[in-house]
């Protein structure tokens, strides 16, 4: 995934630490990505098509002054990624794809405002879904929360990686290891890369002003992953379920700052 800096901020270890009108305008980007969620949230049920879910997160996205930051990124064909049972994350959505009764489904969203993104994922279960994809659903939710609680000034980076490593494997699920977290601002993904999983005390010093996506992808099976002939969708190469939770914070001095929410 691109990787580069822009914008002129004050930068610490090639990180741009972002001011408070900076904040404030992520804070805007990250409210509109939210209402996409509640609308999800609603729309989602057996029946209806992920093109569908598609169309109305394109809408809530527009109609809020706002751009859809994954449509046309390095060629992406829509506003969300649909990612359903086996897979993690980058399923494409489709007219042609309907959701049934017990699936899970992984939503992630982008939205430019003013220059500004907020990227937030969230799993949402189709009706009534089994107990072992429920213990996945909230093993991966809670990874994230515990990903955000280390999220604070004179941590490291690895405090991070390591809090969401121990709270899924505690709970006998599998880190995706070949997909995490990043740097969000000016861009999508900015520097620096966040492991969801590695060892505390380790990396870099965080400084009030960074502002991060934090992405927990979890197995139920093992983490390797295949990529299908799309060229987009990543899945489970045993074919064990997954889950993803994202939200998009800032590191201030007290506790942080979460973007995604209403
Ligand atoms: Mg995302
Ligand atoms: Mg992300």
């Avoid at 390095?74 to 007219?95: K, L, M, W, Y």
């Avoid at 939710?141 to 604070?152: D, F, K, N, S």
């Avoid at 690895?158 to 006998?172: H, K, P, T």
Wanted: glycine share 12%; hydrophobic share 40%; aromatic share 6%.
């Amino acid at each position: 995934m691109i990787q580069h800096l822009s914008g002129q901020g004050k930068k610490t270890a090639g990180i741009v630490l972002r001011d408070a009108r900076e904040l404030a305008l992520m804070r805007e980007a990250g409210r509109i990505v939210a209402k996409v969620h509640e609308a999800m949230r609603q729309a989602v049920r057996p029946g209806v098509s992920t093109a569908e879910l598609d169309a109305i997160a394109e809408d809530v996205i527009r109609s809020h002054d706002a751009v859809p930051t994954f449509l046309g990124y390095r060629g992406f064909p829509a506003t969300i990624c649909t990612s359903i049972n086996d897979e993690i994350v980058h399923g494409i959505p489709s007219p042609r794809r309907f959701l049934k009764e017990g699936d899970i489904i992984s939503i992630d969203v982008g939205a430019t405002y003013h220059g500004w993104v907020g990227d937030s994922a969230w799993t949402y279960p189709v009706g009534e879904i089994s107990q072992d994809a429920q213990a996945l659903l909230e093993a991966t939710e809670g990874a994230l929360w515990a990903g955000i609680e280390q999220a604070r000034s004179g941590n490291r980076l690895g405090d991070i990686s390591a809090a969401i490593q121990a709270y899924v494997e505690s709970r006998g699920f599998a880190i995706i290891r070949e997909y995490g977290g990043h740097g969000v601002g000016r861009q999508m993904h900015e520097p620096p890369r966040i492991l969801n999983y590695g060892r505390s005390g380790t990396g870099m010093r965080l400084r009030p002003g960074m502002t991060f996506a934090l992405e927990p992808m979890v197995a139920a099976g093992h983490w390797l992953t295949n990529v299908d002939a799309d060229g987009w969708t990543v899945r489970t190469q045993d074919g064990s379920l997954s889950a993803h939770f994202e939200h998009t914070l800032a590191v201030t001095d007290g506790d942080p700052m979460i973007m995604t929410i209403l």
